[in-house]
């Protein structure tokens, strides 16, 4: 509607005069229509029509701030023009680990049963995922947070995983996959 009423305040702009006089005449008589009438009329149709569709839906909303109780914030730590990719790699990889160590935890007979079979599972699923690329060395703000982040919450026992250990790694890498989660936003 608005775009109907901006071109005919246009049209009235460049040629007034002439369209109050077209006006006045056809108060008395019906003008001939031209091919010209009916080709500006459709090219301003098709102007509109562009228009109203270039307009488009509203930009989505910038992601909220991390929470102040977040145990890990990553935002920021992955830098350079893979950061949101490999950010998004991080948080798929441990967020599988994590569910990949919860679900040997439920098996009669768990195949890790300690802090370096831990560790030795993450290192192996990260070579294989990222075909030997070391994102820690890409991005060593993010690898340094997360390794202080995953000392503190999990420890650095490499000795045999208690029930609770085991949750702590889950929760950790849960937490480790968020955070970076968010930074891939």
Do not use: N
């Not at 109780?69 to 730590?77: E, F, H, I, N, W």
């Not at 893979?82 to 680990?97: H, I, K, P």
């Not at 993010?142 to 208690?162: C, F, K, M, N």
């Amino acid at each position: 509607m608005i775009v109907a009423v901006l071109v005919a305040l246009a049209a009235y702009a460049i040629a007034g005069p002439q369209i109050l006089d077209a006006l006045r005449q056809a108060a008395g008589k019906m003008p001939a229509i031209e091919r010209r009438h009916v080709a500006g009329a459709a090219l301003l149709a098709a102007a509109a029509v562009a228009w109203g569709a270039s307009i488009g839906p509203a930009p989505a909303p910038t992601p909220a701030p991390p929470s102040p109780d977040a145990a890990l914030v990553l935002r920021g730590t992955f830098v350079g023009p893979d950061a949101a990719a490999d950010a998004a790699t991080v948080a798929a990889l441990m967020d599988e680990l994590a569910a990949e160590i919860e679900w040997d935890g439920m098996q009669p007979e768990p195949l890790i049963r300690t802090g370096v079979a831990v560790d030795e599972l993450r290192q192996r699923a990260r070579e294989l995922r990222c075909r030997g690329v070391s994102l820690g060395e890409k991005h060593p703000r993010a690898r340094e947070a997360i390794r202080a982040y995953l000392d503190q919450a999990a420890g650095t026992s490499g000795g045999p995983l208690s029930g609770k250990e085991r949750s702590a790694w889950v929760a950790a890498y849960r937490e480790v996959a968020r955070a970076a989660a968010d930074a891939a936003r």
